[in-house]
């Protein structure tokens, strides 16, 4: 769907990019010919991802181990990115979440959650944005949020503050930064199949079962379809697309927004007959 050097000399860094979406996006970035740098904290999983990617492709793949929560280790990164050349392009991918009862929560546990959602999201943004205003060199930032960010959710309190934060860095700094070539957008996806996701978020074949039923295509999102669309958000062709949160979730959240939208579950085929107005006779005229 896209021409083929869509990304052709754009750097990418894709925090996160080892496993999952970020992968995904890794690959697609590379196959549109960008040059792309992973971290994430498991070497190994980064360095596997790495060498299946740059044989099946044909952009070039770094792996490099940081861990976001980390200012010094992010700055540290970015220094080695910049020695060769500027970084075009940031994806903050990155994120740790589980479901659990609120009140059960330890400090340590949103600590954790929002350490790699927000700060380790701050921490990339602002080590880029210094970089590119300083050198007036042009940027985007593209952020994965969830459709929760805005509405928040039970069950996944430090996952949905952190979204939030990171849709308000998204919104303030398009505006802040937008008049120097800095671009920021964030793309809100509903469910999709990764293990990392899935083993902590729906560790249920019912809780399947639930997700599927609350969506309007009753299916799950794919990474090709989170991949196409991050990387329409950071080529040029979107340059006018500024400060934007843009769901992608077969319509689940407007689904589980409408007053009535559950009735096509609910009423039957005899409940729509017995609620339509019987027909009568001619009307009278007046
Ligand atoms: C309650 C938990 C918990 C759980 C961990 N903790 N898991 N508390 N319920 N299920 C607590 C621990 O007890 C500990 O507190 C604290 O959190 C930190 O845990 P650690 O294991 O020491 O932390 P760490 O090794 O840094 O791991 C971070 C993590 C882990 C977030 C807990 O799950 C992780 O590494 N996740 C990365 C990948 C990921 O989560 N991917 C899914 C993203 S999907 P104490 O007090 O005991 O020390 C996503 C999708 C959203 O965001 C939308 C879907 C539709
Ligand atoms: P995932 O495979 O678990 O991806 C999370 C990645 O973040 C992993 O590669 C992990 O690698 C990395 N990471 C975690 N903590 C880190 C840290 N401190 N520093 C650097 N990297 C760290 O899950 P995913 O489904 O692909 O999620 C990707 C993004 O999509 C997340 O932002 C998530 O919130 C969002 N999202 C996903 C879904 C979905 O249904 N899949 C829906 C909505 C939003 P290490 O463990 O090696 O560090």
Request: hydrophobic share 40%; with cysteine.
């Amino acid at each position: 769907m896209f021409r083929i050097d869509l990304l052709k000399n754009k750097r990418v860094l894709i925090t996160g990019g080892g496993t999952g979406l970020g992968k995904g996006m890794a690959e697609r970035f590379l196959e549109l010919g960008a040059t792309v740098y992973i971290c994430g904290r498991r070497e190994e999983v980064l360095k596997q991802t790495a060498a299946e990617l740059s044989g099946a492709t044909r952009g070039t793949i770094h792996a490099v181990p940081c861990d976001v929560r980390n200012l010094a280790s992010v700055e540290t990164m970015m220094d080695d990115i910049w020695a060769t050349a500027p970084l075009d392009i940031l994806i903050n991918n990155a994120a740790g979440n589980f479901i659990a009862r609120t009140e059960e929560l330890s400090p340590r546990a949103f600590e954790s959650v929002i350490g790699i959602v927000l700060m380790g999201t701050l921490h990339a943004t602002m080590a880029c944005g210094r970089r590119w205003l300083k050198s007036t060199h042009p940027g985007t930032v593209l952020s994965i949020s969830a459709t929760y960010a805005p509405v928040g959710s039970a069950y996944v309190v430090p996952s949905a503050v952190s979204k939030a934060g990171v849709e308000a860095l998204t919104r303030s700094l398009a505006v802040e930064w937008g008049n120097r070539g800095i671009r920021m957008n964030a793309i809100a996806p509903g469910p999709i199949p990764t293990q990392g996701a899935f083993s902590r978020l729906l560790p249920h074949p019912g809780l399947e079962t639930l997700a599927l039923d609350r969506n309007p295509l009753h299916r799950f999102g794919t990474v090709e379809e989170l991949a196409n669309l991050a990387a329409f958000l950071v080529s040029d062709g979107s340059a006018y697309i500024n400060g934007e949160v843009i769901r992608m979730d077969g319509g689940e959240f407007l689904q589980g927004a409408g007053e009535f939208s559950s009735l096509g579950r609910v009423l039957t085929e005899e409940d729509w007959q017995a609620i339509k107005p019987k027909k009568s006779g001619p009307t009278s005229k007046n």
